[in-house]
Structures are given as C-alpha cells and as structure tokens.
C-alpha cells in the first residue's frame, strides 16, 4: 500500500509578533534617548538618568529579542533587516550626542560609525552569497560599546568618585574602539571571501569558463 501523505510545509512566522515587536519598540526609544542625553545640553543629571535607563531598556530589547526570534521559530524577514538598523541607530544616536555635547571626541564617534553601517551594508552586499554570522567577536564588541556608553551617559559630574569613573568610562571606550576595527576588518575580509567562495559565486565562475570553452575550440 503506497503511503500518499503529503507532507506538510512550514508556514512563516508572520511579521507581527513580540520579537519584532520588541525591535520595533528600540526603534522607538531612539529619538527619546537622544532628547533626554541632549536635554539642557548634558548637563541635567535628572534627564541623564532618565536617558541612561531608557538607554539600558533599549540594550535589553537588542539582547532578548533575537533569543525570543530564534526560540520560537519567529525570524522574519522584516526582523533581519530592522534588528541591525535599530542597533546601529541607537549606537550612533549615543555617540553622536555624546559628542555634541563634548563628552567623547567627534573622531571616535566617526570612526565606530563607518564601521558599524559598512559592516551593515558589506552584510546586504554578500547576502545572496550567504549570511554572515556574528562571531564572538562581533559579541564581545557590542558588549563593550554598552558598558562604554553606559558610562558615558552617566551623570558622572554628580557623582561622588567621578575621577574614577572617567577613568573607567575611558578604559572601556578605547576597548571598545580597539575591538569594533579589529572585528570590521575581520569581517570585511570574510565578505571579500564569501562573494569569492560561496556556492553562488563558484556556478558563476563555472558558467563563464564554460561559455569560454567553446569559444577557444572555435
């Protein structure tokens, strides 16, 4: 007797659900963080702590939402493009406030800025060859630039020890800046790599070589 079971294919999860949800919600708090960090120019200690807690809510989402997404079955395609670009956003809105108001200097918050959205493009420009995980590298980085700017948002001017904890906040930002270019050009290296040796990329140089082939017999 023929088994005529048909098997049943895995519908998508759908884009509405609680791990984009929770992106989308990063995505949200970005503008909030910013008014907060810039609010009296960065130098309200209460707007600051405000700032720093809605800064730590933010970081929070990025940690929980991709172990929610992969837990369930819940990666989308809206997910893989907005989790990165949230990131990246609330990174830049932090450096680049920190900045404006003269906390960390406006060449390290250039240059851990070009990193961050290069890497983001350089991962839509091999995508169709394959995808390029993160390493623990790309982990320990991020790890780092959360404590870094953590730091940074602290009202440090109304605390007690604040000599101690610029030199903290400074220790881990030059980490953190040591980190984010070593794992960038690790991962532009991968990219260049990828779009050579991926599947993709061999049935192409297959294909050209054998429409070369016939020509050169001819």
């Not at 690790?186 to 040796?197: E, K, N």
Request: proline residues 4%; glycine residues 8%; hydrophobic residues 55%.
């Amino acid at each position: 007797m023929t088994d005529r079971t048909t098997p049943v294919s895995r519908i998508a999860p759908s884009a509405w659900n609680v791990a984009n949800g929770l992106t989308v919600l990063r995505l949200l708090l970005v503008p909030v963080f910013g008014w907060l960090l810039l609010w009296g120019e960065g130098q309200d200690a209460s707007t600051r702590w405000w700032a720093l807690g809605v800064f730590t809510v933010a970081m929070i989402t990025d940690r929980i939402d991709g172990d929610i997404a992969r837990s369930r079955g819940l990666i989308t395609d809206f997910g893989k493009v907005a989790d990165p670009i949230a990131d990246k956003a609330l990174v830049t809105m932090a450096l680049v406030a920190l900045s404006v108001i003269g906390d960390i200097p406006w060449w390290i918050t250039v240059v851990i800025v070009v990193r961050e959205w290069g890497i983001t493009a350089m991962r839509f420009w091999v995508i169709r060859h394959g995808v390029m995980a993160a390493g623990r590298g790309g982990k320990v980085k991020t790890l780092l630039q959360a404590l870094a700017l953590g730091f940074f948002v602290l009202p440090r001017f109304s605390l007690p020890f604040e000599g101690v904890l610029d030199v903290v906040a400074w220790v881990t930002l030059v980490a953190a800046l040591v980190v984010t270019v070593v794992t960038g050009v690790d991962y532009a290296v991968d990219a260049l790599r990828l779009r050579r040796t991926s599947p993709r990329a061999l049935a192409k140089k297959a294909a050209r070589a054998a429409r070369r082939d016939p020509e050169q017999r001819g």
